[in-house]
């Protein structure tokens, strides 16, 4: 028992309105509409000269960073992609000096993540870090960085460090979005946008019995598919990562336009299929994804938000609160997490040690 809570995944899972309030304060600049990002030390002038952004991370620091990609392209108008870091370092890759590196890790000590960091500064690059732990080796290693300010997380399954790593993608994309073409008016759509996050995430935890009662009906299952598109798909990759670290039941995540090209082959009852309907430009062609999969007698437990009509072809779902498109994704990764944690804990899994991981890798 930790305070109120079973785990400590729990707790971090109930801690986010509070840490992400934290980390935010003194961080958005309502006079430039931007973000306030001194550990960053590169002046907003300086940051002009980046064409383009890659983030590097291992396991969810890497999906997160394909999310975060997103959020600079959709903002700042840039080329940004994400590789996983074990990859990246093995792979000779080509560093260029007008790409701005982003390693992101929650406890700073990753050996893959770290000996990417040092290769891309041994080849002229710049390296930014979106690190938890204060002083460690890669927060240490960085140009500069923004520190995530999540508190100590003691769960091997991340949550909050998840959460608030997208939040630092969030910052740095409106930052390199206002030295661009993004407006006034439109950095401080995402400034009022990020003020408005850790309630919503509240009001989303609120949601934790109905999520719980899902959850039930998921433990049965043979194997999951978490569906996604663009932005929904980096949450689907993180939501079967959660499932399968904590539950051992297999989930593999696809994108949502990718089914017809194999996948939709192994839709059965036994195998439901967990999709992220966010309220965007794609709305539509997801629905239609979903139609296919019921046709097939498969069922769909959809994430997504009430305004959002799905033509009957759900058994269940879950809606979090509207933010701003390029925020909504973060929200919609919050039912994920307790998703997770309800089919683990039905299972009578060990939530906080989930057999062979570590927290933090710092071997090869
Ligand atoms: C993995 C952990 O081994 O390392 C994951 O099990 C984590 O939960 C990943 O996302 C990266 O760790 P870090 O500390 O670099 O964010």
Redesign the pocket.
Known sequence: QIGEHDTFMHKEIHEQPESLRRMLSGRLDDRFATARLDGLQIEARELRKFKRVKAI?????YYIGQLGASMIEDLARIPADAEAASEFRYRNPIIEPDTLYVA???????AD?LFAVNEIQRKGGTVVGLVNVVGSSIARACDGGIYLHAGPEVS???TKVLTHMGVGFALLALALGRVRDLSFTEGKRILDGLRNLPDQVAEIIAKEDEIASVAKELTHAQSLFFIGRVRGYPVAREGAQKLK?ISYLHAEAYQASELKHGPLALIIPAMPTVAIIPDDELVDRNIGALHEITARKGKVVAITHSEIDLEGTEVARIDVPRNEVELDPLLLTIPLQLLAYHVATALGRDIDRPRN?????TVE
């Open positions: 991370g291992c396991g969810s620091a992101v890790s929650q406890s700073g000590e990753t993540t091997v399954a991340s670290e991981l570590a927290k933090s890798v």
